[in-house]
């Protein structure tokens, strides 16, 4: 008879003890002891612990708290937990660990604090691995090229900025619409059914906006992990929050699977850092922020990656999120993050009040690495649409100003505000390589500059169905090889000419 | 589940040692005890032997004998006549701990047990890693 899951951890864990004692020795444990001398807003002043290590776990009776600096006379760390029963005195053991999470398919689906331990109620349940928070990015030769696409479901995103797996992507948005990339993210894995897990680290907001979010990601089914941590807690847990995101990302990369993680948001996180960098007398730099503040992050973001197939393929992709203080673009952290990350995409406030979801400035943003992972189809086709978007977008701002324009330039205005319109995205909604495609070729027609600007997404969708009840196999070639070839171009254009004149004759 | 399980496995291991050969193992772990005080005191080159004082706990108190030898071992190391405090405690099933200053020397079966467990966790894990 088959092990259940019970039988086979039994198993499991009377083989490990069994390895573990044909290799056992008595010896004597040496243990290093220390005391607390000081306590002032959550950091410890701690005597003792000569070996102690940066990043490394001690604890004070039941209590955790992270080393965060060492000197000649004592080691500095900030408390994890709530610092009740802690006082001059109180006895710290090392325990020789750095930071960890538990890890595993039992973590799918939960809410953990940094550390790993669970915020939703249940205790955790399955196999779980203990990895460190901290640990180098891989090296060069441990890395492959980004060559596939993370498919977002979004047009505007994988025809305009699209990302490839491995790839780090920051998004920006001003204070007044800062949920927004957090908002297109959770909404893209959401809809898209995707085939890649997520985990998502946040350092800002309440509890309630973090039920936001799972409620959310639930409707992506159950591959998600949330590393909260809450602007009402302590700087430690904040700092170390990206971290732990980062660490369950990597795990599952390590096997081969694509994962992604959204940094929910990093100018919270250098925040946690300057508040930590401030209590341990640090010196302050620009905004008061430690000197080492990009390192924090450079070194975060380094470990997104695309591995090798030697390593198993998998891939770690990051997306940032960034607050623009007074929705300013060069602000220090946005700047920091831009120069570290491969491309960035800013949210603006006006095309969010105007109704544009996502509401992706095309001036501002860029993606550097995608376009090499786009299929052929979205690449053949997305080049124009950048292109005739781009214009727009400058001819815009002269329309504005009453300008008396010629009949090309109202041609190029007339047809990107539609392709505006085709890029908004419906809530709930993710489109296959199919839709996009259909949505790329409506966007080069003339057929589209006869659909009322109002009505452009209806056409979209009728053109959409009419090809897929029309051209089932070239959809499914499309689907499948990634690739328009010239003939089924010309199929889908026509049939796309037939439903915009069947039902937006003039 | 596999905290308790690895708990559970190891404390009845560890209650088996002491039903079976108490003497035996108390003996083993007292003389590295005994190798570990010189080592450790002299490695930190003399720099504890100020004013720390040294506090004993064993889960049966040694004989006479025993103890003489443990405090001539602790005033070989430390150049002078411990201050020694020196009480009971259950929960190590079997053997002894000397604290020094801030560093402690675990020589007790409780010690051993929570060695092998961390040993069996990290082999579960390496396992899990692949």
């Known amino acids: 008879m088959a092990d259940g899951p019970i039988q086979a951890t039994i198993r499991a864990v009377a083989e490990a003890i069994d390895r573990a004692a044909d290799r056992f020795e008595p010896s004597v444990r040496v243990l290093e002891l220390g005391h607390v001398v000081a306590i002032q807003d959550d950091v410890l002043r701690i005597r003792g612990l000569r070996e102690a290590a940066v990043d490394e776990i001690v604890e004070v009776g039941s209590k955790r708290a992270l080393v965060l600096s060492l000197d000649r006379r004592e080691v500095r760390a900030i408390l994890l937990d709530e610092p009740g029963g802690i006082g001059e005195g109180s006895t710290v053991r090392s325990r020789g660990a750095v930071a960890s999470i538990r890890v595993g398919e039992g973590l799918f689906g939960r809410v953990v604090d940094p550390l790993g331990r669970a915020l939703d109620g249940a205790p955790l349940a399955g196999s779980l691995s203990e990895v460190p928070l901290q640990r180098p990015a891989p090296g060069i030769h441990e890395r492959g090229p980004v060559h596939s696409p993370l498919a977002t479901g979004v047009l505007a995103v994988d025809a305009l900025f699209p990302i490839g797996r491995g790839q780090r992507e920051s998004s920006s948005s001003a204070t007044s619409v800062r949920a927004r990339p957090r908002s297109c993210w959770t909404s893209c894995y959401a809809s898209a059914t995707p085939t890649w897990s997520a985990s998502m680290s946040r350092s800002v907001g309440g509890a309630g906006e973090t039920v936001a979010v799972v409620e959310e990601l639930r409707r992506g089914g159950g591959r998600y992990v949330v590393v909260s941590a809450p602007e009402d807690i302590g700087p430690g847990l904040r700092y170390l929050a990206p971290y732990s995101g980062v660490a369950v990302a990597e795990h599952f990369a390590l096997r081969g699977e694509h994962a992604l993680v959204v940094f929910d948001d990093l100018s919270a996180h250098a925040v946690a850092w300057r508040e930590l960098a401030l209590l341990l007398r640090r010196p302050p730099g620009r905004e008061a922020y430690p000197g080492d503040v990009f390192y924090l992050h450079a070194r975060l973001l380094e470990r997104a990656a695309q591995l090798a197939p030697e390593l198993g393929g998998g891939s770690v992709t990051a997306l940032p999120v960034a607050v623009l203080d007074g929705g300013r673009l060069t602000a220090y952290i946005p700047t920091n993050l831009i120069s570290i990350t491969d491309g960035q995409l800013v949210f603006s406030d006006t095309l969010f009040t105007a109704g544009q979801k996502p509401a992706i400035d095309g001036t501002l943003s860029v993606s550097r690495v995608g376009a090499r992972a786009q299929p052929q189809a979205i690449r053949a086709l997305g080049a124009k649409l950048k292109l005739d978007y781009a214009s727009f977008l400058e001819l815009e701002a002269f329309s504005r100003l009453g300008t008396r324009l010629d009949a090309s330039t109202e041609r190029t205005i007339e047809r990107g505000r539609r392709i505006r319109r085709l890029l908004r995205a419906q809530r709930g909604q993710s489109l296959d390589l199919v839709g996009e495609v259909v949505r790329l070729l409506l966007a080069a027609s003339d057929a589209l500059l006869r659909v009322p600007e109002d009505e452009v997404g209806a056409a979209a969708q009728a053109c959409d169905e009419a090809a897929r009840v029309q051209h089932g196999a070239l959809c499914d070639q499309i689907r499948r090889d990634g690739v328009i070839h010239q003939t089924a171009r010309e199929a889908l254009e026509q049939t796309l000419e037939r439903v915009v004149s069947a039902s937006w004759a003039a | ?130």
């Open chain 2, 1 to 130: 589940m596999r905290e308790v399980t690895i708990e559970r496995a190891t404390s009845v291991a560890g209650k088996m040692l002491l039903v079976l050969a108490l003497e035996a193992v108390e003996q083993a772990l007292r003389s590295r005890l005994l190798e570990e005080i010189a080592r450790s005191v002299v490695g930190h080159g003399g720099r504890r032997t100020e004013g720390e004082e040294v506090e004993l706990r064993c889960a049966r108190m040694p004989d006479d004998a025993g103890m003489e030898t443990l405090r001539a071992a602790l005033a070989a190391a430390l150049g002078r006549a411990p201050q020694l405090t020196v009480r009971e405690d259950d929960a190590l099933v079997a053997g002894i701990v000397v604290r020094i200053g801030d560093r402690v020397l675990d020589a007790s079966i409780a010690g051993q047990l929570e060695v092998l467990r961390e040993r069996a966790r990290a082999l579960l894990n390496e396992e899990a890693h692949g």
